[in-house]
């Protein structure tokens, strides 16, 4: 069956490093992955697409790779702030156009 | 420049009940989204209104059904609720349906306690 896996456990990190976050997925080939987002009790916030023919994708202090045969995607935040806090999802479009998501890695950089 | 806006914001009912949820999509965005997040968990697909119909509908019952209105925008209808319909319900707008490459707007969400 197709699955999306999300290191279910808490990543901590300290203020200032980077922070690595997985999502691994079975069983698809998706022209497209994003990454959200989101804060307790409030809906998802679109960060990052990243294409299939694009391995790597920038903005600001954010970074997206995207693996088609290792059929992962990497999420960076360099220079982690305390306010980077939240739970981060990786979503991506199965062949009925329908946004399939992973169950999300909460991310807490400490000061 | 109105986001996506979502009411009620909390709401309780009863085992049984209906419910309806309201979604008012971000401006100029004409494809509407509905998802389901239990706690802990991912958001899960419900269905996508473009120009007033469903398009695409994921693997929910017939209890949960939907309407787009001309004006973009929508509700979800739940009928018969069970407990396990308690959760956050998302809506979600876009430009378009199909592979939006700007990514999805989100509302707060409602979320749905059935007692």
């Known amino acids: 069956s197709q699955k999306i896996e999300q290191n279910s456990e808490a990543l901590n990190i300290q203020e200032g490093k980077t922070a690595t976050l997985t999502c691994n997925y079975t069983?698809?080939?998706?022209?497209?992955l994003q990454w959200y987002r989101q804060d307790p009790g409030r809906g998802p916030v679109f960060l990052l697409l990243?294409?299939?023919n694009e391995k790597e994708k920038r903005k600001e202090r954010l970074k997206v790779t995207f693996d088609t045969t290792l059929k992962q995607s990497l999420f960076h935040i360099t220079a982690s702030q305390p306010a980077d806090s939240a739970t981060y999802l990786c979503?991506?479009?199965?062949?009925?156009?329908?946004?399939?998501w992973g169950a999300g890695t909460k991310l807490i950089i400490k000061p | 420049d109105a986001g996506v806006t979502q009411s009620p914001t909390h709401l309780i009912k009863t085992r049984g009940q209906q419910v309806t949820l309201r979604c008012s999509p971000k401006?100029?965005?004409?494809?509407v989204s509905w998802y389901q997040q239990a706690l802990g968990q991912g958001p899960q697909f419900i269905f996508q209104?473009?120009?007033?119909?469903?398009?695409q509908r994921g693997n929910f019952p017939d209890r949960f059904s939907g309407h787009q209105f001309p004006n973009y925008s929508s509700e979800l209808n739940v009928n018969a609720l069970l407990l396990g319909d308690s959760a956050l319900y998302l809506c979600?707008?876009?430009?378009?349906?199909?592979?939006?490459?700007?990514?999805?707007?989100f509302g707060s969400g409602t979320r749905l306690t059935v007692v």
């Open positions: 979503a991506l479009y199965n062949s009925n156009y329908q946004l399939i």
């Open positions: 069983n698809y080939s998706p022209a497209y």
């Open positions: 990243i294409r299939e």
């Open positions: 401006s100029g965005h004409d494809t």
């Open positions: 209104y473009y120009e007033e119909e469903e398009r």
């Open positions: 979600a707008s876009s430009l378009a349906p199909g592979w939006g490459s700007d990514g999805y707007t």
